[in-house]
């Protein structure tokens, strides 16, 4: 049974970096786009980035040029490179992934029925 496994996240100050994982587990075989995603308490869960097999991304405005999502697919995995944090970046991080081809690849979440269980990353002022 395919499943996302996350891993990465933490507490790090404004201005600071961290990288998020994602290990798509039984997904072999088949094409298919990932992305990430946040929710904040009390907010709903936002896109932030996606990438399809073919390497073809998409973000959300809110981390261009400071995010970046890049797949290793001999260990089918997915990572969120994430610098220049914000205080207003904290939330739990969630791995998403479907099978299927889109270009760009969607960063709205009823495009993705595949969920791992969440990060979750804190940036203090």
């Known amino acids: 049974q395919a499943q996302l496994v996350e891993s990465g996240g933490g507490s790090v100050q404004a201005g600071g970096s961290l990288r998020l994982s994602c290990a798509a587990l039984?997904?072999?075989?088949?094409?298919?786009?990932m992305g990430w995603f946040r929710q904040a308490p009390g907010k709903e869960r936002e896109g932030v980035a996606a990438?399809?097999?073919?390497?073809?991304?998409n973000y959300a405005n809110s981390v261009k040029g400071r995010f970046t999502i890049f797949q290793d697919n001999a260990k089918a995995t997915v990572y969120l490179q994430m610098n220049s944090l914000k205080p207003d970046d904290t939330a739990m991080y969630y791995c998403?992934?479907?099978?299927?081809?889109?270009?760009?690849?969607?960063?709205?979440?009823?495009?993705?029925?595949?969920w791992g269980q969440g990060t979750q990353v804190t940036v203090s002022s």
């Open positions: 998403a992934a479907a099978r299927g081809w889109y270009k760009p690849p969607p960063i709205h979440r009823y495009a993705y029925g595949d």
């Open positions: 039984g997904y072999t075989g088949s094409t298919y786009y």
């Open positions: 990438i399809e097999s073919d390497g073809s991304t």
